[in-house]
């Protein structure tokens, strides 16, 4: 009966090191999805992926945090203050 529990114990804690492992792996790998782009070809990749990082917020950012959050109240608006350190209409 104890060989029993020491070899579930032994797939709980293979199954449990072994998702660990992956799960960096994963978090690894979508970290250094630029550096794939890049290295598609090296004139064409960084100006690609340039372009991508500058159109995405203005065409592309509103309709996904739409799409996600849809029914959420928007985040407040910050105020700005000027050099005197007073708050100003941030119209």
């Known amino acids: 009966m104890k060989d029993i529990g020491r070899l579930f114990d032994g797939d709980v804690i293979g199954y449990f090191l072994a998702f660990v492992i992956d799960s960096f792996k994963n978090t690894v790998q979508a970290f250094m999805w630029p550096v794939n782009i890049v290295q598609i070809s090296p004139p064409w990749g960084p ?45």
Not at 77 to 86: A, D, M, T
Request: glycine share 6%; no cysteine; charged share 30%.
């Open 47 to 91: 100006i690609f992926l340039g372009v991508a990082f500058w159109l995405f917020p203005i065409f592309l950012k509103k309709p996904i945090e739409h799409w996600l959050f849809d029914g959420e109240p928007p985040p407040p608006k910050k105020s700005r203050k000027n050099k005197s350190g007073k708050k100003r209409d941030s119209a």
